[in-house]
Each structure stands twice: as structure tokens, then as C-alpha cells.
């Protein structure tokens, strides 16, 4: 039996079919009221991430990208201040500092993919102000040692969980180490929507009010999400607007009453793969206890296997991703390149993701699986042993 399998598209399809009253009833609660912008459905979002990563505050946001953003704006981030964060990684954790002013200084990664702590240290200057370590792929960095380093350093902390809400770190949520932690909720993440959004959360009472503000001009009194905590502030600031809009919120509400039982299918799919894909020549992700799975990435042996790889499976209607075809700092026009991390120019050559959102069902996991091993066993001329 043929199959056509794509990237992630039929993962909206398949829920949306399965959950088509709760979706529909949602979204015309809120049209039909006229409720569109910061209104019960944003704040009972809010404070449903903040209870999930057991912080204090939520806030919701346009984007992950905004997140970051308004994040390192928030701590008083900016021109001549330096801050670290991994070169592995989606543009925007980089974008955020750039986009305040301030310097991004790049560190390469270690074994298991994610920012080398030992890295970060040597990395230190005078200049430094943050460090954004990058929780990538569902998997959370060594926050120990981070935080040791930060406090010891007088650094800020904003962990960029984008890909790693519902990862654990010895038992703690990723995004609640640090000063801030942001997320994604965009189409591929593991909760995400119907289009953008993003959400901040915090311990930091002072750093919330300041958040619920920038996020929305800086104008608490017209906001009809007003929170009675906080008082409408006497002295303002230029902030420009990046707000998580009802509609969305309600749709995001819907599926995080399923949000558990996705991250666990995730995991089964995972196992499946990582069963029946051994013995081939490439490299198979390693989890530790407390990961999610974000993405199902395996790192082959070069870029023309990879590319070739990729076609075979597209003959056979499997649609896979690749986007690390040139690392970020290797990107021209974005004043970057002066760093060398050899680790993650490794990544950019051979890593491929294979689809594993939680709608994918066990009999597509399994031809994607004898679809590699016949380009392995019969393109490749592999021998079995």
C-alpha cells in the first residue's frame, strides 16, 4: 500500500477532524460575543502555562520570536551589552539580541546538541549581560550548571523553550529556571495553534507587570485583560504591540486538555522509529529522562546522502525536513561569521527530520521505516548482516 505523508499537515487535519465540536464551539464563543483581544480566553491561557511550568506568571504574546524579543527588552538589554546563546538553533534566538541592540556572542554545542556549559564561561567578558541557553528538539540544557555560571557571573537567565514545553529538567519545566522563559505556540511546535503565538512566563512580579505592558503599548488602563495585581503604571515607555488573540487562545485551550496524551504519542512514535531504524548507518537521537519529542532527527553521513535520502522519500510521498543547510553564523550579511563551531557546522551537513507529529498513524511510521531501509539496503547496496 502507497502512502502520501507530509511534514506536519494532516497532524492539524487529523485533530481538527477528532475534535471538530470543542474547535467550532470554541471559536464561535468568541465571534459571537465579540470577544477578540486579551479577553477570558488569553488569560485562562496565561494562567494554564503558568500552573503547566509551575511559575507564578504567564504572558501571552504574538510569537515565540516576540517572546524572545520583548524577553531581553524586559531585563534592560541593549547597545554595548553582550549576551551568550548557541549558534544551533532557530534564528530567532539570535534575532532577539540583535534586535535590542545588543551583540550576540555564539558558542558551539556539545555532544548531546544543546549550548556546552564550559563554553559559556569562556565566552564571559565584561560586556556580558545574559546567557540564552536553547532547550532545542524537546531537550533541556544542563540548567545546574547554567545557573551556577549565571549567578556566579551576575548574568541573566532567558531560556528559549520554544521546542520544550512539558520537558523536565531533574523534575523542574523547562522555561522556569531562569529570569524568563519563553515559548512558541506557531504550527509545528508541540502545542501549536492555528497560526502565531507565543507566551513568556516568570516568577518575577515586577518583570510580568513590565511584560503586560510592552506587550500591549504599554497601556494596562485600556486593556480589557486589566489584572487587579498591578497598577496602572504613572511613568510609561515607547512599546510597540504583540498580542495572543482570542481566537487563538481558545483553539490553544482546546488542545491543552489533550496536551499529555500528545507528548506520550510522541514518545511512542519515537520508540517505533528508534526500533525499527537500527542497524543503519546513521545516527539515532538519544533522549534522557524528562525530554519531550519535539522533532524525530537523525544525522546521516554527509550532505549528499542526506539530499539523496530526502529524494527517494519524496518519490515514495514521504515529505521530510531538513533545515539546517547552513548554520546561522554562517549566513551571510548577518555579521556572524567570525565564530568557529565545528559541532554545529557538523549538524548543518547531515541532520534530517523525519515526520512525528502525534495524528501520524503506526502503519505510516512503518513504511516511512521500510522506505529508508529499502534506500539503504537496495540504493545504497548496504549488505544485511
Same mark, same amino acid.
Given at each position: 500500500?502507497?502512502?502520501?505523508?507530509?511534514?506536519?499537515?494532516?497532524?492539524?487535519?487529523?485533530?481538527?477532524?477528532?475534535?471538530?465540536?470543542?474547535? *467550532?464551539?470554541?471559536?464561535?464563543?468568541?465571534?459571537?460575543?465579540?470577544?477578540? =483581544?486579551?479577553?477570558? #480566553?488569553?488569560?485562562? /491561557?496565561?494562567? &494554564?502555562?503558568?500552573?503547566?511550568?509551575? &511559575?507564578?506568571?504567564?504572558?501571552?504574546?504574538?510569537?515565540?520570536?516576540?517572546?524572545?524579543?520583548?524577553?531581553?527588552?524586559?531585563?534592560?538589554?541593549?547597545?554595548?551589552?553582550? !549576551?551568550?546563546?548557541?549558534?544551533?538553533?532557530?534564528?530567532?534566538?539570535?534575532?532577539?539580541?540583535?534586535?535590542?541592540?545588543?551583540?550576540?556572542?555564539?558558542?558551539?554545542?556539545?555532544?548531546?546538541?544543546?549550548?556546552?556549559?564550559?563554553?559559556?564561561?569562556?565566552?564571559?567578558?565584561?560586556?556580558?549581560?545574559? =546567557?540564552?541557553?536553547?532547550?532545542?528538539?524537546?531537550?533541556?540544557?544542563? %540548567?545546574?550548571?547554567? %545557573?551556577? *555560571?549565571?549567578?556566579?557571573?551576575?548574568?541573566?537567565?532567558?531560556?528559549?523553550?520554544?521546542?520544550?514545553?512539558?520537558?523536565?529538567?531533574?523534575?523542574?519545566?523547562?522555561?522556569? /529556571?531562569?529570569?524568563?522563559?519563553?515559548?512558541?505556540?506557531? &504550527?509545528?511546535?508541540?502545542?501549536?495553534?492555528?497560526?502565531?503565538?507565543?507566551?513568556? !512566563?516568570?516568577?518575577?512580579?515586577?518583570?510580568?507587570?513590565?511584560?503586560?505592558? %510592552?506587550?500591549?503599548?504599554?497601556?494596562?488602563?485600556?486593556?480589557? *485583560?486589566?489584572?487587579?495585581?498591578?497598577?496602572?503604571?504613572? =511613568?510609561?515607555?515607547?512599546?510597540?504591540?504583540?498580542?495572543?488573540?482570542?481566537?487563538?487562545?481558545?483553539?490553544?485551550? !482546546?488542545?491543552?486538555?489533550?496536551?499529555?496524551?500528545?507528548?506520550?504519542?510522541?514518545?511512542?512514535?519515537?520508540?517505533?522509529?528508534?526500533?525499527?531504524?537500527?542497524?543503519?548507518?546513521?545516527?539515532?537521537? #538519544?533522549?534522557?529522562?524528562?525530554?519531550?519529542?519535539?522533532?524525530?532527527? =537523525?544525522? !546521516?553521513?554527509?550532505?549528499?546522502?542526506?539530499?539523496?535520502?530526502? @529524494?527517494?522519500?519524496?518519490?515514495?510521498?514521504?515529505?521530510? %525536513?531538513?533545515?539546517?543547510? &547552513?548554520?546561522?553564523?554562517?549566513?551571510?550579511?548577518?555579521?556572524?561569521? @567570525?565564530?568557529?563551531?565545528?559541532?554545529?557546522?557538523?549538524?548543518?551537513?547531515?541532520?534530517?527530520?523525519?515526520?512525528?507529529?502525534?495524528?501520524?498513524? @503506526?502503519?505510516?511510521? #512503518?513504511?516511512?521505516?521500510?522506505?529508508?531501509?529499502? /534506500?539503504?539496503?537496495?540504493?545504497?547496496?548496504?549488505?544485511?548482516?
Amino acid at each position: 500500500m502507497e502512502y502520501k505523508i507530509n511534514f506536519i499537515r494532516n497532524s492539524y487535519i487529523r485533530f481538527a477532524e477528532a475534535h471538530k465540536d470543542e474547535l *467550532i464551539n470554541a471559536f464561535w464563543d468568541r465571534v459571537s460575543k465579540g470577544e477578540l =483581544i486579551l479577553r477570558d #480566553e488569553v488569560r485562562k /491561557f496565561e494562567d &494554564t502555562l503558568a500552573k503547566y511550568t509551575n &511559575t507564578k506568571y504567564g504572558i501571552g504574546v504574538n510569537s515565540g520570536t516576540d517572546a524572545l524579543t520583548l524577553s531581553v527588552r524586559a531585563l534592560g538589554i541593549g547597545p554595548g551589552d553582550e !549576551v551568550i546563546c548557541p549558534a544551533h538553533t532557530f534564528i530567532a534566538s539570535i534575532y532577539c539580541i540583535v534586535a535590542n541592540g545588543a551583540t550576540p556572542i555564539l558558542v558551539d554545542v556539545g555532544p548531546n546538541e544543546l549550548i556546552d556549559p564550559e563554553r559559556i564561561v569562556s565566552a564571559i567578558t565584561e560586556k556580558t549581560k545574559a =546567557i540564552l541557553p536553547v532547550h532545542f528538539h524537546g531537550k533541556t540544557c544542563d %540548567m545546574d550548571r547554567i %545557573m551556577l *555560571i549565571a549567578a556566579k557571573n551576575k548574568l541573566f537567565v532567558i531560556e528559549d523553550a520554544a521546542q520544550a514545553l512539558g520537558s523536565t529538567y531533574k523534575g523542574q519545566p523547562a522555561g522556569s /529556571f531562569g529570569d524568563l522563559g519563553c515559548f512558541s505556540f506557531n &504550527t509545528p511546535k508541540l502545542l501549536g495553534g492555528w497560526g502565531d503565538g507565543g507566551g513568556i !512566563v516568570t516568577n518575577n512580579k515586577s518583570l510580568a507587570e513590565k511584560l503586560y505592558l %510592552m506587550r500591549n503599548h504599554y497601556n494596562m488602563a485600556q486593556s480589557s *485583560i486589566r489584572r487587579e495585581d498591578f497598577p496602572t503604571p504613572e =511613568i510609561v515607555e515607547w512599546a510597540g504591540k504583540s498580542r495572543l488573540d482570542e481566537i487563538q487562545a481558545a483553539l490553544l485551550n !482546546v488542545k491543552w486538555k489533550y496536551f499529555d496524551q500528545l507528548l506520550a504519542r510522541r514518545k511512542e512514535i519515537a520508540d517505533i522509529y528508534c526500533k525499527g531504524l537500527q542497524g543503519l548507518p546513521f545516527k539515532l537521537p #538519544e533522549y534522557n529522562e524528562g525530554d519531550v519529542i519535539q522533532e524525530f532527527i =537523525i544525522r !546521516v553521513l554527509d550532505s549528499d546522502t542526506r539530499e539523496s535520502l530526502k @529524494n527517494y522519500l519524496a518519490e515514495n510521498g514521504i515529505e521530510i %525536513m531538513i533545515r539546517e543547510t &547552513t548554520p546561522n553564523h554562517k549566513v551571510k550579511n548577518l555579521g556572524l561569521e @567570525n565564530f568557529n563551531l565545528p559541532i554545529t557546522e557538523s549538524i548543518s551537513k547531515d541532520a534530517l527530520r523525519l515526520p512525528c507529529y502525534p495524528e501520524l498513524y @503506526n502503519e505510516e511510521i #512503518e513504511f516511512i521505516i521500510q522506505k529508508i531501509k529499502d /534506500f539503504y539496503y537496495k540504493e545504497q547496496e548496504i549488505v544485511i548482516e
